[in-house]
């Protein structure tokens, strides 16, 4: 991939002393952390994480990645779902705690020049990463279709952002209970074959950015991915996030955690671990 707005100005990682703003519950086991980080916020681009530690002690001795999901000021705004150790203490961390971080790390979403329709796929907690970013295009002047899918309506996730910023906003969910009832992947089909679209940006189960990534071939539209995988280091030193591409093994970490979807070897790519 070429002609990155984010790539082209991105800064090396620093060591950042954070303290928590607000941690509050946006959906059933999914929280919405703020976090007081001068430096990061201006500095990190819209795909790339931050490596946190949230504690300290034998349980913490690995940081915990989490996707940038929006900046306001001098703050950024984190979106976690709860599933183990790392995230079940996140959520306990209440305002004014400190704890620190490293970032902006990794490589985040493209954005090719002269683009003028971009459309988002967002499954479950996928919205994280692509928060910041669709507010960026929108910025930009480019048109902005989102799509975006959830158990049920009370698993919907910043809809208020996408509905503020998106030209178009279709909502799937498994029980029917908001938009469309099916997948996500099922109205990513139909916008693919109904807008005319530059480019694809998708995040969320891999099965589900798997399905996507050959929609948008099938149509002849670029496609972004953004992928999960266990870090340890996140620096590169480690090679415990691999992805399989057809350029060889890539870091997660420093290679991605975003990739041309038409580089990655999805048989042979793994589900990531809980955090």
């Known amino acids: ?21 607000a941690n509050d519950r946006v959906a059933s086991g999914v929280g919405l952390v703020v976090l007081h980080a001068p430096r990061t916020a201006e500095t990190v681009r819209s795909g790339q994480f931050v490596h946190v530690r949230l504690a300290h002690g034998t349980s913490f001795i690995l940081r915990r990645p989490f996707s940038v999901h929006r900046v306001r000021g001098e703050r950024i705004e984190i979106l976690y779902q709860v599933l183990g150790t790392g995230t079940r203490t996140l959520a306990e961390r209440e305002a004014g705690d400190e ?28 919205v994280a990463p692509l928060g910041m970013l ?21 698993r919907l996730l910043v809809r208020d952002l996408f509905e503020g910023v998106a030209r178009r906003v279709e909502i799937a969910t498994d029980d029917g209970s908001c938009g469309t009832r099916g997948f996500v992947t099922g109205v990513c089909e139909n916008l693919l074959a ?3 679209l530059d480019v694809v940006y998708t995040c969320g189960p891999e099965s589900m950015q798997r399905i996507v990534a050959a929609q948008a071939a099938g149509a002849g539209v670029p496609c972004q991915v953004s992928l999960e995988r266990l870090m ?17 093994l890539k870091r997660a970490c420093v290679d991605g955690p975003v990739f041309d979807a038409a580089v990655v070897l999805w048989d042979l790519t793994e589900i990531p671990a809980k955090q």
């Not at 490293?102 to 020049?113: A, K, S, T």
């Not at 669709?134 to 975006?148: D, F, K, N, P």
């Open 194 to 196: 109904d807008e005319a």
């Open 134 to 154: 669709a507010e960026e295009l929108a910025a930009r002047g480019v048109a902005v279709t989102v799509a975006t899918g959830a158990p049920n309506k009370e």
């Open 232 to 248: 340890a280091c996140g620096i590169g030193a480690c090679l415990s996030c691999v992805v399989r591409t057809s350029q060889g």
């Open 99 to 126: 704890m620190d971080l490293i970032g902006p790390l990794g490589h985040g979403w493209e954005i090719p020049p002269g683009i003028a329709h971009a459309l988002l796929v967002a499954g479950g907690l996928g």
């Open 1 to 21: 991939m070429s002609g990155c707005a984010c790539s082209e100005h991105a800064v090396p990682p620093a060591l950042e002393r954070v303290e928590v703003v």
